[in-house]
């Protein structure tokens, strides 16, 4: 009997989303939306999450769905990157309708992205863990004409 072949266990994919927080993934497959948190002493609306409010101090939110969509301030397209993350990839500020200035990895080819350029939530591979397998999170992609 072979006893010391043991099956090396294949290890799922690490599709967690880090930061809970942040981004909600609704299990019905509707598509996935930011979290903002509203004050509810000030009604300062933040993202993400900043507790005590940096406004009034106050401890209370309320989470509030952002909107998926919003315009590209600015981005860079960056190819010396930090372990883990594949280059070239593409960062960017974006402005949400709230009134939100959220900075987020781009979705797309280098050079393709304008500022001012309207841009929608999608989720992808932002990095790999220690173990090469992608971190999924939120990214911001153009929107699909
Ligand atoms: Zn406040």
């Avoid at 799922?12 to 948190?37: A, N, R, W």
């Avoid at 863990?129 to 992608?134: A, F, K, M, R, W």
Wanted: negative net charge; contains cysteine.
């Amino acid at each position: 009997m072979a006893e010391g072949k043991k099956k090396k266990k294949e290890k799922e994919p690490d599709i967690t989303f880090f930061h809970p927080d942040l981004l909600e993934v609704p299990e019905d497959g509707s598509p996935p939306y930011l979290k903002g948190y509203k004050c509810k002493k000030c009604g300062k609306l933040d993202f993400p999450k900043l507790s005590p409010c940096p406004t009034c101090w106050g401890e209370e939110f309320e989470m509030i769905p952002l909107s998926r969509k919003g315009i590209l301030y600015s981005f860079a397209d960056i190819y010396i990157g930090q372990p883990g993350m594949d280059t070239p990839y593409i960062v960017g500020y974006i402005d949400l309708p709230e009134e939100i200035r959220i900075f987020a990895q781009l979705d797309g080819e280098v050079e393709s992205f304008k500022c001012d350029e309207e841009v929608e939530l999608t989720t992808g591979p932002i990095r790999m863990n220690q173990d090469g397998l992608p971190i999924i999170s939120y990214k911001f992609k153009k929107v699909s004409a």
